[in-house]
């Protein structure tokens, strides 16, 4: 079992913006608190900077102006493509970011072990990527990602190549996963459904530049299963972020010229 975890980690984005070399105007002014144990998507359109904020909160691009604050240092980042390596094992594919720490290879192997428990893959640790469906390859990037014990988990629509039974089937995982660990999370994607299902808030974006205009609470009685997808509140739900999506999508643009920067 993972270890105790008695405080989650906040997530402070404080008029941060961010201008490419290109010209292009990913963020202005953005201003966001992800709080702790908080699961936050964020939906847009294309262009609207939610992949460019995430990789802000991953240290991965340096906003032109603002703050972020992350005080939590150890992060995992779960990407679209599993990007496993086809000749490695499961086992090795999990274990990268420790061998990468030069972690000794006696506390690797355990580390890997309860990562794989984690996301339901412990008996296929010495298969190959190829022998995995598409579901099994994106827990394994998951795995990789929870290895390292990470309190904040960010994750850039990393199901939207998954057949539908694929996604649900995760998505309701990734939630149970959160939910008992407490892991802070940012989500990226552009189904309205899936944030609405895993979030406990959905922040939503315009484009051109990319901005917050809208957020919506999320909050349902009992579990979240399938069952929560046939009931009115979801349906509900669904509908009020689909038209704060409506309206991002057909906010005016404040630049020249559009960008292409998600």
Known sequence: MPEARPSAPRIVF??????????VRALADVSLVVAPGEFVSLLGPSGCGKTTLLRIAAGLEIPDAGRLDRPDREVGF????????????????????????????????????EALARVGLATVAGAFPRELSGGMRMRASIARALVTRPRILLFDEPFAALDEIGR?????????????????????????????????????MAANPGRIVGETSIAFAGPRDETLRDRAEFTAACSEVSAKLRDAMTAPSTVDRAGTKD
């Open 168 to 204: 649900f089937a995760l998505d309701r995982e990734l939630h149970e996963l959160s939910a008992r660990e407490r892991l802070t999370v940012i989500f990226v994607t552009h189904s309205v459904y899936e944030a609405v299902f895993l979030s406990s808030r959905v922040v939503v």
């Open 14 to 23: 404080e008029n941060v913006s961010k201008t490419f070399a290109n010209g």
């Open 78 to 113: 779960v990407f679209q493509d599993p990007t496993l390596m086809p000749w490695a094992s499961v086992a090795d594919n999990v274990a990268l970011p420790l061998r990468f720490a030069r972690l000794d290879e006696r506390e690797i192997a355990p580390r890997v072990m």
